[in-house]
């Protein structure tokens, strides 16, 4: 166990699983460091990410593919290899780029297992990164999970910190079906405590970190840390609230949303992706359906606007939901009163 | 060129099968009771086992939406194909793909494709997986004129190129892509297209069993010699609409009767084999007879075979979830 930072759980998942399993290979733009470069310099660059840094050079040109920047190609081609033999990790850098390549994740890996009968196996992981808070503007700063989560035939994941990362990697590169993993850009250089060895963290089996009486706040990738910040300081006021980390959207850990809820009777959900047909309307919908009776106050959902992501920090800072409106959303519900009967 | 007498027994039947397969199903779908759409390849036949020939089950195809001939050319079962078009639980796909996406990856067959240009990026990926687990397959990517316009086709072309991958781009040119002909949508040529990213181009008369039998030969030893990629363009002809149903309006009168009399490809190989005493009549006869009944008990099997049970409907979706 040491202080490792997000970026490097990742490096160090992938690292683990190449030596374990010679079909893993990756690709995509620059993971090998950028060939054919003047300096000469092998493996110079580990993506723009920085993420697979040093894996060229251990694990060399069989096992590492640089790609021209052609989405729709090596997605596609990652789909292929995936379905005859191999185990790829495809980087497709920031998720925006999916519109490239769309057609090869959702009409096609998706679909072969159901389409062929279930005689097809594609265990496909693609990573990429997401979100908004790094100025990067209106295509490249997206959370488009709900997206995927909408293709039957996908399973998504969206690690919270570096423990996270590393154990839910592994584990999505031992899975046998097509799985999209959706990494915050803002969080690579957050360090966590994580494990030297190679551990999974099994999908659709939610994390309660923090425990609380009052109010279930489910909340989603880097929306948890805002999540466990808003319930820490909403403690010192007699406010207890437990924090739902999925995991994953797909599969989706309903039951441990229900108990929650069945519990505190109240519900506030952060989703920092665009506001409508989200994944806090989805978990609304659950709750609103299998819960009624046990909520004691409307449903919150802190989410950001129907607007591309903004440029300026201005702008952006207001498009993000934050932990003082995850606060702001729990004093609400804690503070509704039923009218009375007339 | 020397072609052993099997092979050219197996390409026969071959094409023999895909036709008859072709024009019954044609007869079939106008009595309503086959679901969704169908697109025959009736007329492309030499194209599909002329490639196929020197493809084993190590090798991996990816087709099309007009996929049954290169399912049958890569040797998936007939009756569980004809099972899968009427939607049927003992289909090769238990009924849950159609015809559209009638697969079998136990005969490296990838599927066949309902996106115009989905199947070149992954017969790269295919591609890859031969290079990498260095079984000596290759993967070959059958694509229309249409298809050939594709980014993805394009992208895949470049990929292939860049990688060195053992595959083969099987362009079949049968003059339409849907309604809208070839001359108009596609500028340039294939020749230059495939120039421009450095794959050797081969073409050939695709109504002529021989001649694809012979390019197809070049192009994917050059391949599996690990080369890189090749480019096969073939000239060929549809006899029937983009889907059963189109009424080929913008086909000039004339044109389809034409093609059936004097372009085609079953006829054309009868002729070959026998002028020259390879083949006689009465083997090809008894070909054919056996493909009658063949494709008469697939269809009488498939009309009697159970329909899905509700829970397939949920089976399938993940292989853990």
């Not at chain 1, 584990?171 to 969080?187: G, Y």
């Not at chain 2, 001939?69 to 007939?78: D, L, M, S």
Request: glycine share 10%; proline share 5%.
């Amino acid at each position: 166990m040491s202080k490792k930072s997000f970026r490097q759980a990742i490096n160090e998942a992938l690292r683990q699983e190449m030596q374990r399993d010679p079909r893993v290979i990756l690709m995509g733009e620059d993971v090998a460091g950028g060939q054919g470069g003047s300096s000469g310099v092998k493996d110079a660059w580990g993506g723009v990410l920085g993420v697979t840094k040093g894996l060229f050079t251990e694990f060399g040109p069989d096992r590492v593919f640089d790609t021209p920047i052609t989405e729709a190609s090596y997605i596609g081609a990652a789909a292929g290899a995936a379905a005859t033999g191999l185990r790829p990790v495809a980087e497709l850098m920031f998720v925006d780029f999916i519109g490239s390549c769309l057609d090869q994740v959702m009409n096609q890996a998706a679909k072969f297992r159901y389409m062929f009968g279930g005689k097809a196996t594609t265990p496909l992981v693609i990573r990429a990164m997401y979100g908004a808070g790094f100025n990067a503007a209106a295509q490249h700063s997206q959370a488009l999970y709900p997206l995927f989560t909408h293709i039957p035939g996908l399973k998504v994941v969206i690690p919270s910190n570096p423990y996270e990362a590393k154990g839910l990697l592994i584990e999505a590169i031992r899975d046998n079906d097509p799985v999209i993993f959706l990494e915050n850009k803002v969080m690579y250089d957050d360090e966590d405590e994580v494990p030297d060895e190679a551990y999974t963290i099994p999908f659709g089996e939610a994390n309660l970190t923090r425990e609380g009486d009052d109010v279930t706040i489910v909340a989603f990738g880097r929306m948890v840390n805002f999540a466990n910040e808003a319930a820490d300081r909403l403690e010192k006021d007699g406010i207890s609230c437990t924090v739902i980390d999925p995991r994953t959207t797909s599969p989706l850990d309903t039951g441990t949303i229900l108990d929650c809820v069945a519990e505190t009777g109240r519900l506030v959900v952060v989703d920092e992706s665009s506001p409508r047909c989200n994944l806090a309307c989805d978990v609304a919908a659950l709750v609103a359906e299998e819960a009624f009776d046990a909520l004691k106050a409307p449903i919150r959902r802190v989410m950001p606007p129907h607007t591309p992501v903004p440029f300026a920090t201005v702008l952006e800072k207001l498009y993000m939901p934050d932990s003082a409106r995850i606060e702001a959303a729990v004093r609400s519900v804690m503070g509704y009163k039923a009218k009375q009967d007339a | 060129m020397q072609i052993a007498r099997d092979i050219l027994l197996r390409s026969y039947r071959s094409m023999r099968t895909i036709r008859d397969f072709e024009e019954r199903l044609h007869v079939e779908f106008a009595t309503g009771e086959i679901p969704g759409f169908v697109h025959l390849y009736c007329g492309e036949e030499a194209s599909g086992v002329g490639v196929c020939a020197h493809l084993s089950d190590v090798d991996t195809i990816a087709s099309t939406h007009r996929g049954h001939g290169h399912c049958i050319a890569k040797g998936v079962a007939v009756d569980g194909m004809m099972a899968e078009i009427y939607g049927r639980r003992t289909g090769v796909c238990r009924g849950k793909g159609g015809s559209m996406h009638i697969a079998d990856l136990s005969l490296g067959m990838l599927g066949a494709n309902g996106i115009v240009g989905g199947g070149p990026p992954l017969i790269c990926g295919a591609a890859l997986s031969h290079k990498l687990l260095k079984d000596n397959g290759v993967a070959v990517a059958f694509y229309g004129d249409g298809a050939s316009n594709e980014g993805t086709t394009l992208e895949s072309l470049n990929l292939a190129m860049v990688w060195k991958l053992p595959a083969v781009f099987v362009c079949e040119d049968n003059g339409y892509g849907e309604a809208t002909a070839s001359s108009y949508a596609v500028a340039g040529t294939q020749k230059a297209r495939a120039a421009g990213f450095g794959m050797p181009y081969f073409e050939c008369d695709g109504n002529d069993f021989f001649a694809v039998y012979e390019a197809a030969g070049e192009a994917i030893a050059h391949a599996r010699a690990g080369n890189g990629p090749a480019m096969l363009h073939v000239h060929l002809s549809r006899w029937y609409g983009h889907f059963e149903g189109d009424a080929m309006s913008y086909r000039a009168n004339g044109e389809v009767a034409e093609l059936r009399n004097d372009h085609d490809c079953l006829k054309n190989f009868r002729k070959s084999v026998t002028e020259i005493s390879l083949l006689d009549e009465s083997s090809l006869d008894g070909i054919d007879a056996s493909v009658r009944d063949e494709i008469e008990a697939a269809v009488v099997a498939a009309k009697a075979a159970p329909l899905p049970e509700p829970e397939d409907l949920l089976a399938d979706v993940y292989v853990s979830y």
